[in-house]
């Protein structure tokens, strides 16, 4: 009667057999889900996006009211428990095979299993470190008896121990070729030079944090906080993480010496990674993608459903706020402003090339909507206006398409005015709701780490090499160079760039933490846009509408609106709150301040 379970492998099995102790590892990999794009997107817990359906908790956020018992939104992909389960796993590798507790022959093998056991122990503790502050550094498996309790370690020793894993995974897995979505030695320093550069700002240099934030316990600042040393030498270690990725990595298009005349199809080959096949789009651009979340023959990628507009049937899930769209720059350098009336009345022409590849916007050309929709919207426009139109000689109303009073899934419609762009394939082939894509997350690209790079070079005072590198990236995208000269406001113009270029890509809201600027940016309540359309004098159009300025005259209304959310801050929501059953099972774990 005592034979080995015919559906189960047991442990000593796996770490015998190299295909078995990669499935292990593969599972792993697990953790990181479909990477930023699940239903809720982090851009929705920043100045980038609103998420369009209420009662999911990211509305408890954005108003400041959640607390270790209402912890509001958390996702698989960062949340307190789902990280842990995930590095117990990778401590099991590493346990295993570092220990000698195998019988796997081959020494490449065990590089390789070991460097991404590394790798991925190194992310999710990276994941847990910028949104709890410090925690507990976990580096064995536990038993049934053994003593669960256990403190939070200092901030610093945090970021050492992730750095020395990324120095281990990078080693381990130098000149190896994995196969696509496995980490790489490269991913390994990208994740490097995030977590310094993380680790030099503001947010975690003690004075600046309590200047900022009054009424942290001594005790607890420690777990947020440099108790030592200065900005300055941390900044000097994030720019050589970063400069190494520099070296090591490629990019896509970054040693133009002139503003690029095709910007919006390069911004917009970057962000399809390799994966679409619409016309135009550069295929080569997936260079740029250092470590990605793959969808090749998976049908789990519903995020153009999640996020396209309701006129074709889709659930505009994380749709864009003004904040965001205003802040896209004229194509001549220039800032956009709602007071400048030639702008006012034209608030969607001559902007940044990267604002056509992110925004969908009213009047904005799209997929034919025919074969989601009917033959309703022959011109396949963006309608999110109102506007007039002639029915059996008098003129009526016409809600867009595209509106929460259309007559397609009006439940679905953007409250905004805007739908989100960027990670959707444009492809017309592909519009159909339940299409998947096969798009790529991007974990980390190149262009974080040269972000990186300028970001130190300006804290240590090297303007023209953040001038020269910053620029690289604005010519890419068609844009002139930066005139700043000065380094507050070569920082200003850092900052706004990271923000366009790298919207959308969980990045906006750790940064504008970690610089300690987010009661002016993500406290701000959300901005909509209004637009309606009236005939000009002796004009009129009929059934199907269709945008056009000869027939139009389209006026352009930004809306402060807090029906959906009254965004506040509170500087406790610097850090996520451990849950109240957390503290309960591991009573020296200590809350973060404000909960």
């Not at 240099?205 to 906080?225: H, M, N, P, V």
């Not at 002139?258 to 390799?274: C, E, R, V």
């Not at 194509?331 to 902007?351: H, I």
Request: aromatic share 12%; proline share 4%; net charge neutral.
């Amino acid at each position: 009667m005592d034979v080995a379970p015919p559906d189960k492998i047991s442990a000593d099995l796996v770490w015998t057999d190299p295909a078995l102790a990669q499935a292990f590892v593969n599972d792993i990999y697990n953790g990181l889900s479909s990477g930023g794009f699940s239903e809720q997107m982090l851009a929705s817990v920043s100045d980038e996006a609103l998420f369009t359906h209420p009662t999911r908790g990211i509305d408890l956020v954005n108003n400041g009211t959640i607390n270790p018992s209402t912890l509001g939104w958390v996702d698989d992909t960062w949340g307190y428990k789902q990280m842990y389960n995930r590095i117990r796993a990778c401590n099991t590798v590493i346990e295993r095979i570092a220990g000698g507790n195998n019988g796997l022959s081959s020494q490449s093998i065990k590089d390789q299993l070991l460097g991404e056991a590394y790798f991925l122990r190194a992310y999710y503790y990276q994941q847990l470190l910028r949104f709890y502050g410090s925690v507990a550094i976990i580096t064995k498996t536990y038993g049934l008896n053994d003593d669960f309790k256990v403190k939070r370690n200092t901030y610093e020793e945090c970021v050492n121990f992730i750095v020395k894993d990324c120095d281990e995974a990078a080693k381990l897995l130098a000149g190896k070729t994995l196969d696509k979505g496995r980490t790489n030695s490269l991913a390994a320093l990208a994740l490097k030079s995030r977590v310094l550069i993380y680790a030099a700002s503001d947010l975690h240099d003690r004075a600046k944090l309590t200047a900022k934030i009054s009424g942290i316990a001594a005790q607890k600042l420690d777990f947020l906080s440099y108790a030592s040393g200065n900005q300055t030498e941390r900044y000097r270690l994030a720019q050589a993480a970063a400069k190494a990725v520099l070296d090591a990595g490629t990019g896509y298009k970054l040693a133009l010496s002139a503003p690029a005349t095709d910007g919006q199809l390069n911004f917009k080959s970057i962000a399809m990674g390799g994966g679409s096949k619409a016309p135009g789009i550069d295929a080569t651009a997936a260079t740029e993608l250092i470590f990605g979340r793959y969808f090749i023959t998976l049908s789990n990628n519903r995020h153009g459903q999640q996020n396209g507009p309701n006129g074709y049937h889709n659930w505009a899930g994380n749709t864009p706020i003004g904040l965001l769209v205003d802040d896209f720059e004229m194509n001549d350098g220039t800032k956009f402003s709602w007071t400048n009336p030639l702008q006012k009345a034209n608030p969607y022409q001559n902007r940044d090339p990267r604002f056509y590849a992110t925004i969908l916007y009213d009047g904005a050309t799209w997929k034919p909507r025919d074969k989601a929709s009917g033959n309703v919207d022959p011109a396949n426009q963006i309608q999110t206006g109102v506007y007039d139109l002639a029915s059996g000689g008098t003129v009526t109303d016409f809600k867009g398409l595209d509106t929460r009073a259309s007559s397609i899934e009006n439940w679905n419609g953007s409250w905004t005015g805007y739908y989100y762009h960027k990670f959707i394939d444009p492809d017309p082939n592909i519009v159909e709701a339940s299409a998947p894509q096969t798009i790529p997350w991007p974990f980390f690209r190149y262009t974080e780490a040269v972000f990186n790079y300028i970001e130190a070079s300006i804290e240590l005072g090297e303007l023209d090499n953040a001038k020269t590198w910053l620029n690289r990236i604005r010519f890419r995208a068609g844009m002139p160079a930066i005139t700043a000269t000065s380094q507050a406001d070569l920082r200003t113009a850092y900052r706004h760039e990271r923000r366009i270029e790298m919207a959308y890509e969980e990045q906006r809201y750790h940064d504008t933490r970690r610089w300690l600027i987010a009661e002016e940016t993500l406290g701000r309540k959300v901005t909509y846009i209004k637009v309606i359309g009236k005939f000009k004098p002796g004009k009129t159009m009929s059934a199907p509408y269709h945008y056009d300025t000869t027939v139009y005259d389209y006026t352009y209304t930004p809306v402060v609106e807090n029906a959906q959310e009254n965004r506040s801050w509170d500087n406790k929501l610097y850090f996520r709150p451990f849950s109240r059953d957390e503290v309960n099972k591991n009573n020296l774990l200590e809350q973060n301040p404000g909960y």
